[in-house]
DNA sequence: TATTTTAATGAAAGCGCTTGCATCGGCAGA
DNA sequence: TCTGCCGATGCAAGCGCTTTCATTAAAATA
């Protein structure tokens, strides 16, 4: 029989401490404020440490230190471009404060979203960036009550009462129409992802209109279309909007690029000439956007700013900081290839 | 002038106690033990807890427990659906698990790979996956010696010795390679990624170097092309494939959909019809492969499955199940619209 | 040389939670 | 009515680290 064997623990700081010869707390100290440690005696504490293999133990180093170094961010889905691209900003922003980040999909759910706010919550993160909107009434007062740093990424509705940093959907989606109002079109037609828990879509079909209603000019109901995310939805999106019965849009306005490309394809399924015949407009300036044939006119988003931003609110609340609870950028028009006046 | 005012803390498992009447014993069996508690002293702790608005610390009870109930994945970037696609099945699947998921990018860089797996080492991370490959030598040991189960997915060196679920990239491209050798293709070009530090690409183009060699036939340095990601990319190396001197390919292999999407943009733009022209194969099979026009020829890498397998293996690991340790996926050929047999 | 200042270190008290062990009633069986 | 047993609870000892405070040694000053 074996002897009863005590498995090798994992080191801890009295490990080290012990085999360079020093207590805990130069240990620590070795590696947290290591200018207050004697050359001499930190470069023991490193040796003994890398003999031992030795990592300082995060839970311990957190109960100690009333904090995690882990911030969260909970976003609808990593499969569309934007939000990844914002939350790999937002990783890369808080590596260089040594925060680590926790993600969390809520696939669109309020519900879900909650849930994984609270789980958040519960692991102890020192920051909480949201994607879009808070997802529950109650919630934020939760959030308060930890004193949790908090902020809203992406959507900004105007005097929204929680920190943000985002862009106004309306102003953009006002600015898009009056592009392509000056470039003389008057019959627009609008293709939108799923309206439903998501107010940024609402704000953008609410930003055409009012720009259309400025010259007069209002959306018919036949020209709009909500139904899913993608490039089929899209194709799908188009040829209905252009079957409708009475008179045939000359521009379409796309509540994101992928929806735009697909309009777009399928423009050219339909022998339609884009820009020449149609005029389409996306939203978000995703990679493809500019490497497809004819290139998409599309307002670009500054997702790695908005990243780079809502740490640099978050890290600052974290330093007790003050910081403006709405911080806006400008969406820029990008004019490609795939809008022209109308034809004649 | 204000007094010395005591600010609130946040509640600990203590107050909740004290407010219910019981000991945090009996507050902690209540959260994690419920049926250990009577009902009526539970629902009071609830009650407790739900007005002084706790969530047990996860800093106190990771160090009590001996575990935090986080996991880590370190992948090349999220801008990538395919890498997206599983960082978002594996939370899926952890969550599941009352697990989340700390991430990390490397942006394919091997250093910044092993510095992103110390620091979750050291936020004490019950588990690991890596997307690709080890970064370092000797990074694996120290993994070891932490005892966190740790697992390689997507690549796949067969006989590794490292845990992972993934597939054999080699005979992937093989497989396709075959396919067009089927249809009659005897010249071929191939587009691949970059191969520095990337083991994966490697295989691939000797997966297709096998398939060709067991034909006697071989691939001439002039139609290999290797640059960035991305569709631009696929554009420019197709012109210079096809501009090469001596015969041309009538296949182009492309290590990526990306790529093989630029490459299909291109030949419409040098007036070639794919696939009468030209076919044209792309690997992963992304959401845009099926949604262009001709939808693309490629391989399906199951990703969400690879995610989810890679969370099954390491959470039976957490359990002191056992578990092979190595699990592989078969990349299927998802035969569409841009291969045909070569042009007479 | 005597005294003050400064730097380096150790001792020890937590941080908030979990859990083995002891305790205490109450209930079933004798 | 008494003994045993069991379910429900409390006590208290950690989990591994940080940090204040006290202590000591060394350096600077008089």
Redesign the pocket.
């Known amino acids: 029989m074996a002897a009863t064997q005590t498995l090798p623990?994992t080191a801890?700081?009295?490990d080290v401490a012990e085999a360079a010869?020093?207590?805990?707390?130069?240990v620590?100290?070795a590696?947290?404020t290591p200018a207050?440690?004697?050359p001499a005696?930190r470069d023991r504490v490193f040796a003994a440490a890398a003999i031992l293999g030795?990592l300082?133990?995060a839970?311990?180093?957190a109960?100690?230190?009333?904090r995690t170094s882990i911030a969260g961010v909970v976003i609808p889905t990593l499969g569309q471009e934007v939000f990844a691209t914002q939350v790999e900003a937002m990783q890369a922003a808080f590596a260089e404060h040594d925060i680590t980040l926790l993600i969390g999909c809520s696939n669109y759910d309020p519900d879900q979203a909650a849930q994984q706010v609270r789980t958040m919550l519960a692991r102890g993160v020192d920051a909480l960036a949201v994607l879009g909107q808070i997802p529950q009434a109650g919630l934020f007062e939760v959030v308060q009550a930890r004193r949790v740093p908090f902020v809203i990424t992406y959507g900004s509705a105007p005097g929204s009462t929680h920190p943000c940093v985002g862009f106004d959907n309306a102003t953009a989606f006002s600015e898009i129409t009056r592009y392509l109002l000056a470039l003389g079109h008057q019959i627009f037609g609008m293709i939108l992802p799923p309206t439903l828990h998501n107010e940024r879509i609402v704000a953008r079909l609410a930003g055409v209109r009012s720009a259309l209603a400025d010259e007069g000019l209002g959306l018919r109901p036949q020209h709009i279309f909500e139904g899913e995310y993608g490039i089929l939805a899209g194709r799908k999106a188009l040829r209905q909007i252009l079957g409708a019965n009475g008179p045939r849009p000359t521009a379409i306005i796309c509540g994101n690029d992928l929806l735009a490309i697909g309009a777009l394809f399928e423009a050219r399924t339909m022998g339609l000439v884009v820009p020449r015949d149609l005029s389409i407009t996306g939203f978000d300036d995703i990679s493809m956007a500019g490497e497809i044939d004819p290139a998409l006119t599309t307002m670009k988003v500054n997702n790695v700013e908005i990243g780079r931003l809502a740490v640099e609110y978050l890290v600052s609340q974290l330093c007790g900081e003050a910081a403006p609870s709405e911080v806006l950028i400008l969406p820029a028009l990008v004019e490609r290839s795939t809008t022209a006046p109308p034809p004649k």
């Open positions: 623990r801890r700081a009295q010869g020093v207590s805990t707390a130069t620590s100290r590696f947290n207050k440690v004697a005696v030795w300082p133990h839970a311990g180093s109960l100690a230190r009333r």
